[in-house]
């Protein structure tokens, strides 16, 4: 940061001998040297991995130029100007002192921080980050800095090193400050000399864009050169404003350029103290304070480098632009050189052109390490021997965040700015604590500066110094002792340069009163507990409230009684979330289901389910805990009594009253269940590409965990992100590293305070996963403090039953070891006994194969063919009455397993399966040796004997045969397999929407009467590149017959946003058979879902789907129909959006079809499109679609025509249509359809359909979705349309709302069904439709039909018929029909 923000520059004349400007620094080499390998590592940060640099005469002729090779290697902010050794006890100064072979700190000041060289040899490189987090950082830093930049380009002064006289005014523009090597490039040709290095005018380094930026408007440009002191004066080219609130005065037009240019020359005689080392080796510099402006930082130098000396007085001539009246001096140095500790006995200024003389007594120390350490310091001038303004000591609070590694090592500096000018840049070094800066601290520092007046801003920043510099700044507090007032600036965002928007300085505004701020900072984190926590709140969860006081949580009883002292095991005490809109829910008693919490006139009861009454609005405080208010009655909240009981009004005064609950969620940690483990409201615990674990990640998909239920209560927790990489603690780490042994088995204890959770080891009882201050994980104690909490969050919920999608490694591991116990038991037994049973020669007969006799054990064979493997094979093992997977077939040696030609052997537990009918085999692809030919799997049971035989002879890999790595396999009994094997051919529609498509493994699950074919990545498609826009992939996926398919599974694994993958729809058909199961998708995948990101979603099977087969015209030049499309003369009549076709014939339907987009420049004003179809087999035309997505930026279309026309029979239709079709044109309908006129029929009428939907009276019933309808009848189908403008309501879809739209489509004759459907967007997507009904009016008659629904409509499409008889009306009497309700009650739906 600079000194100032000021941007007026001031000029320095020496007026003695002694003030001659020393020559810089030049060393040559007298005595050549071999060359050298030296290693630079960074001052006080471990990460900085080293550079190693040559050095030789050749490349280094002086000790400055190796200092600059090394400032733009060496992240520092202001260069490297100093270089020392590793401990930091010496300097080197000249080349000849550097070593060969040996390692040195570089470091921009005299003080250095040592470094481990051992660990910082095994760090990342200096292009990684140094912050544990680093992975979050955008890959190009440079760029980073351009949304610093100002929104209107800002203006540059920029000097040539040593001249001040050559100068040059440059904008800052988007096209120079691409990257900070484009801007020297830039500068070069401005210049005309090369420009290598910048500086500040004070001779600071000026190292990236983003110190150009908050810079103070002026730059020296220099080549390899160090740089060079002199006077550059900018006032000429910059004109800042003055201080807010010093001066009111407005100068004329006419006098504004001289006015702004009137400079004074000022003579300056400073006194240094006489006292010992009272004189200075650093620069010192001035800043003058007027009523208009402040002047820069003039830096005084001298002549011949022997100023402010013991006793010496110095005197300058200095000219300073037009700053108005005088009422304070700024006096500092930059604390360099050997000496840099000052006493300065006093200031004397006289104004040359008014003749006016100041004088300021001083008598202060300048230096870091007397007095306050202050090395700056502010004096207001004398008015008849009193000071002008006061001396002030401000109190400057500063609280940094509580989320983990907030807390920085780097030297934090502010800028305090008010109506009398600012502070000046000073950092903040001594506070009233040990250490600074610490995670959740408060410090507090003392400033003392001339008083500011009412304070208006603060700049306060970091120099990025150290490791794990990146610091979370919560607020700062500034106290004014002079007025007893205290300013808030509130901050609570990251000053780092890996996160956040990557700014180490910020600018923050007061809050113009504390009370109010408090509130409003209070209010914030409510907000981030309600973000963080509200995943609870899911419709469909089932919850338990935990109350603090009274140690029990909340159960409602059978007869509506409610109390807050039950133990976490009673059935009473659980309650399931029915309704959810906001925060906004009704919490259904999980036994009684009628039965829900309900605050009846402030008293908390039991009442039926869907009453006003029991909507409760859950409000979230900072500590996690929530208060259950009545959505009615506000203010209005449950409450008990430190006895458990419901706290009447009459107790509201009551000291032992409690309304806040900790909530806690069933079902967390079952079995494939996908959670985060957060460690703040924005923080999880993540795992580092190197393996270690953090708490610092983001709460994404980087740090998501995969549950493996091993036992109640004990779990291990895989990584989504990196498979087969477990949380673990062992040799005293704790590191995500583990393989699934039992080093990474934790016991989940639950925290009642606050819902958080602890993991303890189980194999080191008592050792926690913890973390340290700076996020890393580490193996700690069970203390109060919260370094071993974490906040559960699920993003996918487990199943207690999985259904073999998901393998569980080292589970098969338990099972052994289990039986290696009981066998050693067994032994034992055996042992004692003087004759053994048979039944125990049988036992020990089994012995050798480490197993147990029982009902439930089996023996699994595997035959390999004449090719083996070393991956990792699974099975799953599927009877009449469940299933048992997924099984990791593994032994103690692995390597000798399943070798070409071998047989192995192993035992499993099958418990409750029923009768076998089928298994499925498959291997994990991952070793040395992914492919594996299987010849057979044998299984037996070990008591009856009985053989089950599976076939096999298949490649299991992904280059030979299918390119599959899981095959089924049926039970052969006689030769014959019990269930076929069926071959489903599957397709894969890819959406049409921009970026539908995705580089990303997408999996296929299907379901049927008989089980699930497991989760299969669909691997060879019929096209080159899978799942591109608009595309249909074909797969195959081979399972044992399913019976009739129910439902697909999809999933998606997207590392990023831009590989999001649009579908459209699944088909899938069984070969040999005309069965074909329509599921449609028409979702993005992963999708958000109430603030959760789900990767998978499950398709049903719709009960009708309309088959249009999609064809894609580009101008093809096969077809037997030339369409022409003809688009209107208006100026903006052409579209950018994709304009699709249906051709409706008496046989069947043609379309979609694909014409093209006004991207591809088609579809533009005045223009006729052509293009050629094929209406093959589809019978007589009657009638045409046609419609466009409403994409692009201009999506409005005025089609004037549609011509269609026989290439073989010359047969033309002319079809008018003069339309709009838009959105915000007519009716909004995006289609229009067309009648045509048959060879001896006369056209079909078009009809407008009122349509009337009414939104049932439930709560939540409502949707902010897009709903689209299909008419359906004995004529076709209206395609789909969007009901987009209500005729009666402006906010549609509300509950017991009634919304009235209307369509028009040719006649479909005798309505038979409707096809409903919403697009799952808005917060509020769950909708509950009660019924629709669809009036029709033609010349002949009218008719009002009903299509009964009462069914939420949430994910899936909604298809409903009408009843047996229609139900005619005359228009003049449909108003009088009976209430939807009242229709459902009469007839069956």
């Given at each position: 940061?600079s ?17 001659q ?15 050298k ?8 940060d ?6 190693r640099?040559?050095v030789n ?16 290697k ?6 490297v100007?100093?270089i020392?050794t590793?401990?930091g ?8 002192e ?10 921009h000041?005299r ?9 910082a ?12 987090i ?12 351009a ?5 209107a380009?800002?203006?540059l ?6 001249d ?15 990257s ?6 830039h500068l070069?040709?401005v ?5 290598v ?18 810079g103070?408007?002026?730059v ?7 740089f060079?002191p ?15 609130g ?5 100068y004329p037009k ?7 240019r ?5 003579k ?17 510099y ?11 930082p ?7 480098g022997a100023r402010f ?23 500092g ?7 840099p ?11 040359m052109?008014?003749g ?6 001083v ?6 390490d ?6 700056c310091?502010e004096?207001?001038?004398?008015s ?10 401000y109190?400057v609070?500063?609280?940094?965040g509580?989320?983990?590694?907030a807390?920085?090592?780097a030297?934090v ?14 950092q ?8 600074n800066?610490l995670?959740g ?5 003392f400033l003392?500066?001339?008083h ?6 603060i ?23 002079t ?6 600036f509130?901050?609570h965002r990251w ?7 990557c700014k ?20 914030l984190?409510r907000k981030?507990?309600?973000?963080a ?6 419709k469909g969860?089932t ?13 409602l009883?059978?007869?509506g ?6 133990d976490k095991?009673d059935?009473?005490g659980?309650f ?8 906004v829910c009704?919490f259904?008693?999980h036994?009684?289901r ?12 039991g009442m ?9 609005r ?6 996690r ?6 959505a009615?009655?506000?203010?209005h909240?449950?409450?008990?009594d ?5 706290a ?9 009253l ?28 993540c795992?580092q ?8 990640g ?12 091993i036992?109640p ?12 990489m ?7 780490r704790?590191?995500?590293t ?5 080093n990474?088995?934790?016991k ?9 959770i602890?993991?303890?080891?189980t194999?080191?009882?008592?050792l926690?996963?913890?973390?340290q201050?700076?996020?890393?994980a580490?193996p ?6 919260k ?8 993003i996918?919920f ?20 289990e ?9 034992e ?5 003087p004759?053994p049973s048979s ?5 020990r007969?089994?012995?050798n ?5 029982s ?5 699994v ?11 990792n ?6 009877g009449?009455?469940?299933v048992?997977?997924?099984?990791s ?8 397993l399943?070798?070409?030609g071998?047989?192995?052997e ?14 499925r085999?498959g ?17 037996q049971?070990?008591?009856s004997?009985?053989?089950?035989d599976?076939?096999a ?13 899981v095959?089924e396999?049926?039970v ?11 071959r ?12 539908a498509?995705?580089?990303s ?5 299907l ?9 299969r990545?669909?691997?060879k498609?019929?096209m080159p590149?899978k ?7 074909k797969?195959?996926?081979?399972a044992?017959?399913l019976?009739?398919l ?6 998606c694994?997207?590392?990023d ?6 579908c ?7 070969p040999g058979t005309t069965?074909e199961?329509v ?6 995948l ?12 499950e ?9 249009h087969?999609?064809k894609?015209?580009?101008e ?7 369409v ?6 208006l100026?903006?009549?052409?579209t ?12 069947k ?13 088609l579809f ?6 052509i293009f ?5 087999d589809?019978?007589e ?21 549609v011509?269609?026309?026989?290439i ?27 009648p045509?006129?048959?060879?001896k029929?006369?056209?079909l009428?078009?009809?407008?359909y009122?349509?009337r939907?009414y ?8 949707t ?15 395609g ?9 309501n ?10 009235i ?10 309505l038979?069904k409707?096809?409903v ?9 769950g ?7 669809v ?5 002949d ?26 139900v005619?009306?005359?228009?003049t009497?449909?108003?009088?029909m009976?209430?939807?309700?009242c229709?459902?009650?009469?007839f069956?739906s």
């Open positions: 940061m000194d100032t923000p000021s941007t007026v520059f001031s000029m320095i004349h020496p007026t003695s001998s002694e003030g400007v020393p020559s810089p620094r030049h060393l040559s080499l007298t005595h050549p040297v071999v060359a390998r030296i290693s630079f590592y960074k001052s006080g471990p990460q900085f991995g080293g550079v640099v040559v005469p050749r490349s280094f002729k002086s000790f400055d130029a190796l200092l600059d090779n090394l400032s733009r060496v992240p520092l902010p202001f260069g100007r100093n020392s590793p401990r006890r010496h300097s080197i100064t000249r080349l000849e550097l070593e060969d072979g040996e390692s040195y700190l570089c470091s000041g003080k250095v921080q040592p470094v481990d060289l051992e660990k040899r095994r760090r990342p490189r200096p292009w990684l980050s140094s912050r544990a680093s992975t979050h950082a955008p890959p190009h830093p440079v760029a980073v800095a949304p610093g930049m100002p929104r380009p800002r203006s002064v920029v000097f040539r090193n040593g001040p006289k050559t100068r040059r005014a440059v904008l800052l523009s988007r096209k120079v400050t691409q900070f090597e484009a801007f020297l490039q070069t040709e210049m005309q000399r090369p420009v290095k910048l500086y500040a005018t004070d001779g600071r380094r000026v190292l990236s864009l983003q110190a150009v930026i908050l103070s408007g002026a020296v440009a220099a080549g390899r050169e160090p060079k002199g006077n550059y004066d900018i006032q000429k080219y910059l004109l800042p404003a003055r201080l807010p010093i001066s009111h005065r407005v006419g006098n504004a350029k001289s006015e702004s009137k400079s004074s020359n000022w300056v005689l400073i006194i240094t103290s006489d006292l010992p080392d009272a004189g200075t080796s650093s620069q010192i001035i800043i003058l304070y007027g009523q208009h402006r402040s002047s820069a003039i830096y005084l130098y001298g002549t011949d000396q013991d006793g010496h007085e110095d005197i300058f001539t200095i000219t300073v632009g037009d700053i108005g009246r005088l009422f304070k001096i700024r006096i140095h930059t604390n360099s050189g050997e000496s500790s000052w006493h300065c006995r006093e200031i004397q200024l006289h104004n052109n008014s006016k003389r100041f004088y300021v007594p008598q202060r120390w300048l230096a870091r007397q007095e306050d350490g202050e090395i310091r004096f207001p001038l004398l008849k021997g009193q000071p002008v303004l006061p001396v002030t000591i109190e609070n500063v609280a940094t509580e989320l983990w590694n807390g920085t090592t030297n500096y502010i800028s305090i700015h008010g109506e009398k000018g600012d502070t000046g840049s000073r903040l070094f001594r506070s009233k604590s040990a250490f800066f995670r601290q408060t410090d507090t520092f003392e500066a001339v500011l007046g009412n304070l208006c801003k700049v306060i920043g970091h120099d990025g110094l150290g490791p794990g510099n990146g610091w979370f700044l919560d607020d700062v507090v500034i106290k004014d002792p007025t007893n007032y205290e300013y808030t509130f901050c000053l780092d340069q890996g996160e956040d928007d180490i300085v910020r600018e923050l505004y007061a809050r113009d009163n504390s009370i109010f701020s408090a509130r409003q900072k209070l209010e984190k981030e507990t309600w973000a926590e509200s995943w609870k709140f899911t969860n919850l338990q409230f935990y109350n603090k006081l009274t140690g029990g949580f909340v159960r009883h059978p007869d009684t409610v109390d807050a002292i039950g095991t059935k009473y659980v399931d979330v029915i309704f959810n809109k906001g925060n009704i259904q008693s036994e009684m009628h039965l829900s919490l309900a605050l009846d006139n402030g008293i908390v009861t039926v389910s869907g009453q006003a009454t029991t909507e409760l859950v409000l979230y405080q900072p500590n805990c929530a208060l259950l208010e009545s009615l009655v506000p203010g909240t449950v409450a008990f430190r006895h458990g009981k419901i009447d009004e009459s107790s509201t005064g009551y000291a032992n409690s309304k806040e609950f900790v909530i806690f969620v069933k079902g967390v940690f079952l079995n494939s269940a996908v959670v985060l483990l957060a460690t703040s409201l924005y923080q999880a615990l795992l590409p190197d393996g270690s674990c953090t708490g610092v983001s709460q994404s998909e980087k740090s998501y965990w995969k549950v493996h239920k036992s209560g004990i779990c291990m927790f895989e990584s989504v992100k990196n498979a087969q477990y949380l673990r603690i062992k040799d005293g704790c590191d995500g583990g393989t699934g042994d039992v990474c088995h934790f989940i204890k639950k925290n009642l305070e606050n819902a958080s602890s993991l303890e080891s194999k080191s009882p008592g926690f996963v913890g973390l201050s700076d996020g890393q580490k700690m104690i069970y203390t109060k403090d370094n071993v909490c974490f906040y559960p969050q699920v996918h487990g199943r207690e039953n999985p259904m073999g999608m998901y393998a569980t490694p080292s589970q098969e591991e338990e099972k052994i070891h039986s290696k116990m009981q066998k050693k038991i067994l032994t037994s055996e042992a004692r006994s004759s039944a125990a020669k049988e036992v007969h089994f012995q194969s480490e197993t147990l006799l009902e439930d054990e089996w023996k064979l595997v035959l390999t063919g004449n090719t083996g493997t070393q991956a094979v699974t099975l799953w093992v599927y009449d009455e469940g048992t997977g997924p099984i077939l593994r032994k103690d040696s692995s390597e000798q399943f070798l070409p071998q047989e192995d192993f035992q499993v537990e099958l418990r409750s399966i029923g009768n076998i009918f089928k298994i085999i291997q994990d692809g991952i070793s040395g040796q992914p492919d594996w030919n299987l010849q057979k799997v044998t299984m049971h070990t008591k004997k009985k053989i089950l599976f076939a002879n298949m490649w299991l890999s992904q280059i030979q045969a299918d390119g599959d790595v095959c396999l049926p052969v009994t006689g030769g014959q397999a019990v269930f076929p094997l069926v489903y051919q599957v397709d894969v529609y890819t959406g049409q929407l921009k970026h498509e995705t580089e493994e997408v999996f296929l699950c379901f049927g009467e008989r089980g699930d074919s497991g989760l990545l669909l691997h498609s019929n590149v799942f591109q826009r608009g595309q249909i992939d797969f195959q996926v081979a044992v017959s019976g009739k129910q439902k697909v599974l999809l999933r694994e997207a590392s946003k831009s590989q999001y993958w649009y459209e729809k699944v088909i899938v058909r069984e069965a199961y599921f449609t998708c028409q979702r993005w992963p999708f958000m879902s109430q603030g959760i990101i789900h990767s998978e979603i398709l049903h099977l719709q009960e009708m789907q309309i088959n087969q999609p894609i015209q580009e093809a030049n096969d077809g037997d129909w030339k022409t499309i003809v688009t209107g003369d100026g903006n009549a052409g950018t959006a994709t304009v699709f076709l249906y051709v409706y014939g008496e046989t339907c043609s379309g979609p079809i694909i014409l093209g987009s006004g991207k591809h420049q533009n004003p005045n223009t006729a499109d050629k179809i094929n209406l093959k589809i019978g035309i009657y009638k045409i679609r046609i419609g466009h997505d409403n994409t692009g930026k201009n999506p409005r279309w005025y089609l004037e025509e011509i269609l026309e026989n073989t029979t010359y047969e033309r239709f002319c079809l008018p249509v003069d339309s709009w079709i838009a959105e915000n044109e007519n009716d909004g309908d995006l289609w229009k359809e067309i045509i006129m048959g060879t029929k006369a056209p009428p078009v009809v407008l009122e349509i939907i939104t049932g009276t439930m709560p939540g019933a409502e902010e979705s897009n709903v689209f309808i299909n008419l359906i009848g004995t004529r076709g189908d209206s789909k349309r969007r009901l987009h403008h209500s005729k009666n402006e906010i549609k879809f509300q509950r017991g709302q009634v919304d739209f209307s369509i028009k489509a040719v006649s479909l004759g005798k038979k409707v096809l459907s919403h697009d799952g967007t808005g917060p509020g997507n909708w509950f439709l009660g019924s629709i009904v009036k029709s009016e033609d010349e008659s009218s008719e009002e039909v009903l299509f009964p629904c009462n069914r939420c409509a949430v994910t899936q499409r909604v298809v409903m018929q009408n009843y047996a008889s229609f005619q009306f005359i228009p009497v449909s108003s009088s009976p209430p939807p309700s229709w459902t009650a009469s069956p």
